[in-house]
């Protein structure tokens, strides 16, 4: 098991920023492949970012490139998304996700989730 809390969520004005964090439990945090995943009513979990075990390797999804950076502090067992220049369309509930494997893009691949943090960006 890796229990993870995301926090760092909230409301912000178009072209703002937010900085989300999620803290996991356990010895074995930098084994894990990290990444945020996002959601809105009514449709799937979307792919965000990742983050290889050993932080060397990223993954975004087209429309965040440029503006989300995603990092993690293995020797504090957390990993960020620092969003610049948000969107009203960047809003939804944010998941933090681990697993043992590489990163992938798909909800599937992911096998730990945290309970999520909104963001809402207004305009």
């Known amino acids: 098991q890796v229990p993870l809390v995301e926090s760092g969520g909230g409301l912000v004005q178009s072209g703002g920023s937010l900085r989300l964090s999620c803290a996991a439990s356990g010895r074995t945090f930098g084994s894990y492949t990290m990444a945020w995943f996002r959601q809105t009513p009514g449709k799937e979990r979307e792919f965000v970012a990742g983050?290889?075990?050993?932080?060397?390797?990223?993954l975004y999804k087209d429309s965040v490139k440029g503006r989300f950076t995603i990092s993690r502090d293995n020797a504090q067992n957390t990993v960020y998304v620092q969003m610049n220049s948000l969107k009203p369309e960047d809003t939804a509930v944010y998941y933090c996700?681990?697993?043992?494997?590489?990163?992938?893009?798909?909800?599937?691949?992911?096998?730990?989730w945290g309970q999520g943090t909104q963001v809402t960006v207004s305009s």
């Open positions: 983050i290889s075990a050993g932080g060397g390797f990223t």
């Open positions: 996700a681990a697993t043992i494997d590489n990163p992938a893009t798909h909800s599937t691949s992911y096998n730990y």
